[in-house]
């Protein structure tokens, strides 16, 4: 099946197309879902941010400058509404008290005069409301139910009778006039203090069960920008797994080092640009995650973490790894994707156990001649780089079976290619190729070829003889149409047309 690349789905959505929005969100739905569910536990609520994370991207796409951040900036938008929800928490846990309408229909106390007619004006006015929705505002303030109670009777969710309230208040205010008649409020806390002290005091709510109970997991967020971790975190020894969603934070603390039976750490936040030189003495650290924040370098000695099996460090700022990453030789998979990498370090031989690199979106012009000395490599990823060429030591890769160097602009492949006995995918679309060497018939694993948006004229009748090709795609080269039609159709017209026209 030919994929069509995001910036053409992105025109066609600006232009209206519904089923090319919807391909688009698949590709980034279970990763915006993911996000938001960590962010907001009810997942009434969470859904409900989640259908307004789409319609902030439906809606923003016409102001997305650079398609290939797409990914990065429907991430932020999720991470915008997450905190404009905790920013009105307090609306949506009470989405009509204390505000215009309470202190007319609270008919418990108002029974008298001015404020008895007044509330029978409401009342009328009500009946008017759809019927869901003025059901729910009579239970709500003349029954005195609780928003869960009202659920419960009416058999619908929360989310759902917050929204009927909120309508029903909207639609007896438009209908009395009763814009101007508001309940002076005293003075409190900005929205930004309000919302850093409550993660300050949920941190330290759980970090202290965490220690009642000696758990080895914790996960603390704080997405209103406060610039310090609690004290208390560093006391918490016994820790194996710490995951901290932390923006504000610049620097993570020294302190970090003194929890010796770490396993796992994940880290985000938006301002973090280095990482102490204490992190290295984390001898049992199994996976290293930092992402969306702007790392911009890791620690000289970064080898010292011997024990890393995972290193993700998407979206940062890294333009160099330092020489001894090379010497990480249990790390299994380390993902590099979105960062400003110009070069790779020329020494790679020590990551004997490396299966997985990710490189896209950086800024390499080329690859060293020791990607070649990564025996246990299964997937290379390194598309959307800035390369002219690929080394001919490729082809020591003897287990690779993944190779997408996509977006570059590569000339022409190595023959070495050839001795990739078990490469399954090779994708090569989106760069500048004139040819295709013949020892790419060697491929016999070969199940899927992306050659698309290249400068080729001609293909090597080998690609005829492979056994196990099922996929080619062609489109946007000076091929003869013939051939990129065949393509289109399936794997056996092909096989019979590119024998007929090359």
Not at 223 to 250: C, F, M, V
Not at 306 to 333: D, K, V, Y
Not at 346 to 375: F, H, M
Request: aromatic share 4%.
């Amino acid at each position: 099946m030919n994929r069509i690349p995001d910036s053409e789905l992105i025109k066609r959505s600006i232009g209206g197309d519904q089923h090319a929005f919807a391909t688009l969100i698949k590709l980034i739905e279970m990763p915006l879902l993911k996000l938001v569910r960590s962010e907001i536990p009810d997942s009434t609520s969470a859904e409900d941010v989640f259908q307004e994370v789409l319609l902030g991207v439906w809606q923003g796409l016409k102001t997305l400058q650079d398609s290939e951040r797409f990914y990065a900036w429907a991430m932020q938008i999720a991470r915008n509404r997450c905190r404009d929800f905790f920013r009105s928490t307090q609306r949506r846990e009470h989405p009509m008290a204390h505000i215009d309408l309470e202190p007319i229909v609270n008919g418990r106390r108002t029974q008298t005069g001015s404020e008895a007619k007044l509330l029978d004006t409401v009342l009328h006015a009500l009946s008017y409301a759809p019927p869901d929705e003025a059901k729910a505002a009579r239970l709500f303030y003349l029954e005195g139910l609780s928003i869960r109670e009202i659920a419960e009777q009416l058999g619908r969710p929360e989310g759902t009778i917050k929204r009927w309230l909120s309508h029903a208040r909207r639609f007896v205010r438009s209908r009395l006039g009763l814009r101007q008649m508001r309940i002076p409020r005293r003075k409190t806390m900005t929205r930004e203090a309000y919302e850093r002290k409550y993660y300050q005091r949920e941190a330290l709510r759980k970090i202290s069960a965490c220690r009642e109970d000696s758990a080895a997991s914790l996960h603390l967020q704080n997405p209103a920008g406060s610039r310090e971790l609690p004290s208390e975190l560093w006391t918490l020894t016994q820790l194996k797994n710490l995951s901290l969603h932390w923006n504000g934070l610049e620097n993570l603390p020294e302190e970090i080092g003194r929890l010796k039976n770490l396993e796992m750490l994940c880290f985000v936040s938006d301002q973090l640009k280095r990482l102490p030189s204490e992190i290295v003495s984390l001898s049992r650290l199994r996976h290293l995650e930092v992402t969306d924040s702007q790392l911009g370098e890791l620690p000289a000695d970064f080898s010292r973490l011997s024990a890393l099996r995972t290193i993700i460090l998407h979206r940062n700022q890294l333009r160099e790894l330092p020489a001894s990453f090379g010497e990480l030789n249990r790390l299994e998979i380390a993902e590099l994707d979105i960062n400003q990498l110009e070069k790779l370090p020329d020494d790679l031989s020590g990551l004997t156990n490396l299966r997985v690199l990710t490189l896209s979106y950086n800024r390499l012009s080329a690859l060293p001649k020791a990607i070649g000395e990564l025996p246990a490599m299964e997937e290379l990823y390194v598309e959307a780089n800035q390369l002219n060429e690929l080394p001919d030591e490729i082809g020591n890769l003897e287990n690779l079976e993944t190779l997408a160097i996509a977006e570059n602009q590569i000339r022409a492949l190595p023959s070495t290619i050839g001795r990739l006995s078990k490469l399954q995918e090779l994708c090569v679309g989106s760069n500048q190729l004139t040819g295709i060497p013949p020892e790419i018939g060697q491929l016999t694993e070969l199940w899927e070829l992306t050659l698309s948006k290249n400068q080729l004229t001609s293909l090597p009748k080998e690609l005829a003889d492979l056994p196990n090709l099922q996929v080619v795609t062609l489109h946007d080269n000076p091929l003869p149409e013939r051939l990129i039609q065949a393509a289109e159709k399936g794997i056996d017209e092909f096989r019979r047309v590119v024998v007929e026209v090359m």
